[in-house]
């Protein structure tokens, strides 16, 4: 039993109704039971979302750090914040809402935020290396319809979009939970117990 460091993100609109958030505090509250100690952070990328990247700041991440300008530092802030927190982070967890057949723009804006170039990944090598590595992550993904199988399957661009870019950055041990089909006849009324359940089952 060690000490780890949990960062919750959540980017759902819809707050305390939210159907991934619902599924990724059930995710936080297994971790918490398998960890002696546990410290959570939560960052709600819906209530304080991360700026939408500009050239601004891509001429400021492309800068070596002390060439940098006062405002080229600040501009660049959030960023770096967003990086140290997950820096920090053993174990990540995702909360996903599908929104019109992706994530939500924040969560892009987020990623956009922490995807650097020799901070979070390098070609230094010659060919691309993860720098955020040994971590856990925990995806908590809601949606609508089915994705994980059926004739939606085709559709599932979330799971896989998410797998390629925390890979990308080093993030490979990647655990998937859906909340799916809320709006589907006959699966809907079912659909949250069901997802709670394979949390409650599965071996954190
Ligand atoms: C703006 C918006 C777009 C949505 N787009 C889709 C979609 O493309 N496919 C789908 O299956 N469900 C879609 N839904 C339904 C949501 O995925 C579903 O309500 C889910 O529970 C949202 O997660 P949340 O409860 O954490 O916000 C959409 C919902 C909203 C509000």
């Not at 909360?95 to 969560?107: C, D, E, K, R």
């Not at 090598?125 to 955020?132: E, I, M, R």
Request: hydrophobic share 40%.
């Amino acid at each position: 039993m060690t000490k780890k460091n949990v960062l919750l993100i959540k980017s759902s609109i819809n707050g305390d109704f939210s159907k991934s958030n619902q599924l990724s505090n059930a995710i936080v509250e297994k971790i918490k039971n398998t960890y002696q100690e546990c410290l959570i952070e939560t960052i709600d990328l819906s209530e304080n979302p991360l700026p939408f990247l500009t050239a601004e700041m891509y001429r400021a991440f492309s800068t070596p750090k002390s060439e940098r300008s006062p405002a080229q530092s600040a501009v660049i802030l959030p960023s770096e914040n967003a990086i140290q927190q997950i820096k920090k982070a053993d174990i990540l967890v995702l909360a996903v809402p599908l929104y019109n057949f992706g994530i939500p723009a924040s969560l892009k804006a987020w990623l956009d935020q922490i995807a650097r170039a020799n901070e979070t990944f390098s070609y230094a090598t010659g060919a691309p290396q993860g720098l955020l590595t040994n971590k856990k992550v925990y995806l908590a993904i809601s949606s609508g319809g089915v994705y994980s199988e059926g004739m939606m399957k085709a559709y599932d661009f979330t799971e896989n979009y998410l797998r390629i870019i925390l890979g990308f950055m080093g993030m490979t041990d990647v655990e998937t939970f859906r909340l799916e089909g809320i709006f589907v006849p006959n699966m809907g009324e079912h659909a949250v117990n069901k997802a709670l359940e394979a949390v409650e089952t599965f071996s954190f």
